[in-house]
Structure formats: C-alpha cells, structure tokens
C-alpha cells in the first residue's frame, strides 16, 4: 500500500502553515511506509505524483469562519471550474489523476481551522494542539491501511 501525505499552505502565514506542520511532525516521527510532501498550494502536475499511490492525505488550514476545529473527509474525484484560475482543490487534483493517468488513490482531507494567517512562522497555540490531533488521528489511520488483508479460500 503506497501511501502519500500532502501538507499545504502558506507557511509564512502562521496558522496557514497548518498542513506544513503536520508533514514535518511526520518526518520527525518516522512514519514507516510512507511518502511525504509540502507544497504552498496544489498544482496540476501534481496529479501524476498522486496518480503512484493508493491513498492520498491532503491536509490545509481552513478560514475562521469554520464550523468545526478539524474537518475530516473522504474526497471523490471532482473536477470543479473555479473563478481563480490557480486554485485547485483534492477533488480536483484526483479528477486529474483519473482522467490523465486512469488512477484513483483513496483520497482524505484534513483541514484545520485556522485563527491568525498574518505573518509569522508559528502556528497559534490552539491550532498546533489541533495539527498534534490530526497527526494522531493520521497515524492511526496509517496503521489500519497498512494491515495485512487475510485472504480466505
């Protein structure tokens, strides 16, 4: 089982670093198995690095106006026309991968709420206890995906 976890966001914007920070805690923890990426947003050719894996993880800041601290979700291939020409959601990175490379990983968003984006390289007390919440939560979704399957004859 391949598996690839994409952080992103602006990590010059504090809490927008949310997704950076749960990818450098999973490369301190030597998280066995999988592969590991940060990227300021998502971009097209992403879809072929995507395309390699099984499961995907895409974990991001939310705005404030967020109605839960962490939104956890299952995300299907959704190709959406966006009025931001640069703007590309999971949705739309796993659409890519399917049409241009026939492959769709399993895909799970992370989006962390978010309560200062001006500048500064930290996270907010509040937020950084919420990305230790999604690391956690990540690795123990890591250790149920990489279970052996038992085949019954």
Same mark, same amino acid.
């Given at each position: 089982?391949?598996?690839l ?11 927008d ?5 749960v ?16 990227a ?9 690095? @995507?395309?390699? !894996?099984? *499961?995907?993880?895409? #974990?991001? +800041? ?6 839960? =601290?962490?939104v ?7 190709f959406?026309?966006?009025? @931001?020409?640069? !703007?590309? *959601?999971?949705?739309? #990175?796993? +659409? ?6 026939? =492959?769709?990983?399993h ?17 907010t007390?509040? #937020? ?5 919440e ?20």
């Open positions: 089982m391949k598996t976890i994409i952080g992103y966001g602006n990590r010059n914007r504090r809490d670093g949310a997704g950076w920070y990818v450098e805690r999973l490369q301190a923890l030597a998280v066995p198995n999988v592969d590991l990426v940060t300021h947003q998502l971009e097209v050719d992403m879809a072929e690095t @995507v395309s390699r !894996y099984d *499961t995907v993880f895409f #974990v991001d +800041a939310a705005i404030p106006e967020t109605p839960h =601290a962490v956890r979700v299952a995300v299907r291939p959704n959406q026309s966006h009025s @931001v020409a640069h !703007y590309l *959601t999971p949705a739309d #990175v796993l +659409a890519l991968s399917s049409s241009l490379y026939g =492959a769709e990983p895909g799970f968003l992370f989006s962390i709420r978010g309560m200062d984006f001006n500048f500064g390289e930290t996270l007390p509040a #937020v950084q206890t919420l990305a230790e999604v690391v956690r939560e990540i690795r123990q979704m890591l250790a149920l995906l990489q279970q052996p399957v038992a085949v019954h004859a």
